[in-house]
């Protein structure tokens, strides 16, 4: 006669069943995590892309009011009154502390701040680095003959100051 008896069989069908749940639990708590970076990301990138619209059209109202000479006056300016809402997360002026998923405008450095709450796919290029910066500032600079300094040039931008890439 066998040793197995119907309670032995079904203690191991049920552990056989209770060890599949929690393979799928942990595959799906994954899935997540993956989703809800890539949500992260695409919010990110378009408040981003929302900043630079709201500085286009500000530089286009300028220039229709006649006051394009003062367009330059935005280099360094927070991108954030230029838009309906400010975004999710944004506390205002930076403070010594930012929590993940806050926007700031650190007004020393002239650059919105963004601290992300998920960044295992995130890739920081510069030592240290925990949060993303971007200034509004000119796309490129040319060296001014006269003053043998830089004189800016090129379109005003929303330029990204912090080397990363998010994968």
């Known amino acids: 006669m066998s040793d197995v008896t ?10 056989v069943v209770v060890v599949i749940i929690v393979l799928l639990v942990a595959i799906l708590l994954n899935a997540l ?9 695409t919010a990110m990138e378009a408040t981003v ?12 109202a300028r220039d229709i009011r ?18 309906a809402n400010p975004p999710q997360g944004y506390s205002g002026i930076c403070g ?12 020393a450095t002239r650059e919105m701040v963004y601290r992300p709450r998920l960044d295992s796919s995130l890739e920081f290029r ?3 680095a925990r949060e993303l910066r971007w200034r509004v500032g000119l796309s490129k600079e040319l060296p001014d003959p006269q003053t043998g300094g830089s004189e800016p040039a090129g379109a005003i931008r929303v330029i990204s100051t912090t080397p990363f890439v998010w994968h």
């Open 33 to 41: 995590h993956y989703v809800q970076e890539k949500a992260e990301r």
């Open 66 to 83: 006649g006051q394009g000479a003062s367009v330059r006056e935005l280099i360094g300016a927070n991108p954030v009154q230029w838009l």
């Open 49 to 60: 892309l929302n900043m630079e619209k709201g500085l286009k059209m500000e530089i286009s």
């Open 6 to 15: 119907p309670r032995s069989r079904s203690l191991f069908q049920v552990s």
């Open 126 to 128: 510069a030592a240290g």
């Open 96 to 107: 010594p502390q930012r929590a993940p998923g806050e926007w700031c405008y650190d007004g």
